[in-house]
C-alpha cells in the first residue's frame, strides 16, 4: 500500500525529509530564551508536552531504547508462608526524545534542566510479580539534558510474589524474582538495556540494605529473555534477588 504510491521522482523528497529527521538539531532545537536563573519557562517546551501520550519517535519503526537499574533500598519484610517478598526499591530509567535539543551555547550554557515529570512521555515499566497497587507518589522530577536524554527516578515499595520452589528452608535464605517489563510496547515499540551492571546494582543495594533491618541481601542475578504474551513479543530484565535473614546479634 505504501509502496504503490513510491514513485522515482518523489524520491528526492523523501531524501530530504529522512535528512531533516535525521539532523534534529534543525527541525527540534528548542528555543531557549525562556532558560534561566529560576528554572526554565515551560512553554518552551509546550510542543513536547503536547505529545506526552505518544511515545517519543520521529520514526515510529525505530524501538525506544530504555536503559534501566534499580537500588534496592530496604527489603521491608518477608512472609514465608503467603511467599512474599516486600521491599523498597528506586527504579531509574534512561531513554531519548528526539524531539527535545538545545545548543547549550545559546542557553546561558545550560545542558540539563529538571522538570515535572508529569509533562513528560514516561516508560511504563512495571514489576510483573508486583501484587500490590502501585502507589508512586506524583510531584516527580526527571532531568532532561540538551541532546535529548532523560533520567527518571521512581520510588517503588514493592509487594511480590515468590515462586515457592526458589525458596531455600530451612535456611532462613530465599530467591525472589523480579522482573521488568512495559505493559504496552512490544519489541517493535520498547527494548530495555541494563543502564548499570548487574554487579554495581548489588554493590550499592546491599550496602544500603544491610544498614537496613534484619534482611541482608546475598545477590542479585540478572537474565533477560524476551517474554510472549498473547502472541505479543516483549522485552523483558529479570532480576533474581537472593537475601537471608541475619542471625541475631
Ligand atoms: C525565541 O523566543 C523569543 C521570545 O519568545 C523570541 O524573541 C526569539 O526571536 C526566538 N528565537 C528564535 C531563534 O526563534
Ligand atoms: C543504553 O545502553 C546501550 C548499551 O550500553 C547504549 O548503547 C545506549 O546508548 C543506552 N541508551 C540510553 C538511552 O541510555
Ligand atoms: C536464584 O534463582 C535463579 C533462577 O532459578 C538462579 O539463576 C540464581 O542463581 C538463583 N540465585 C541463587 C543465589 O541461588
Known sequence: MEGSCFHR????????LSLLLQGRS???????????????????????????????????????????????SAILDVDE?????????????????????????????????SMASENLWLPDIFI???VDVDKTPHGLTAYVSNNGRI????????????SLDIFYFPFDQQNCTLTFRSFLYTVDSMLLGMEKEVWEITDTSRHIVQTHGE???????????KMSVGGNLYDQIMFYVSSELMPLA
Open 215 to 225: 534482611w541482608e541481601l546475598l545477590s542479585i542475578n540478572k537474565a533477560s529473555p
Open 26 to 72: 534543525s527541525t527540534f532545537t528548542i528555543n531557549c530564551s525562556g532558560f534561566g536563573q529560576h528554572g526554565v519557562d515551560p512553554t518552551v517546551l509546550g510542543s513536547v508536552f503536547d505529545r506526552k501520550a505518544f511515545r517519543p519517535a520521529t520514526n515510529p519503526r525505530v524501538p525506544t531504547q530504555v536503559n534501566i537499574s534499580f537500588t534496592m
Open 81 to 113: 508462608q503467603l511467599q512474599l517478598l516486600s521491599s523498597f526499591l528506586w527504579l531509574d530509567m534512561v531513554w531519548d526524545n528526539p524531539f527535545i535539543s538545545w545548543n547549550p551555547e545559546e542557553c546561558k550554557g545550560i545542558t540539563k534542566i
Open 128 to 130: 510483573v510479580e508486583f
Open 9 to 16: 521522482e518523489r524520491f528526492p523528497f523523501y531524501l530530504v
Open 151 to 162: 533520567r527518571y527516578k521512581k520510588p517503588m515499595k514493592v509487594t511480590s510474589i515468590c
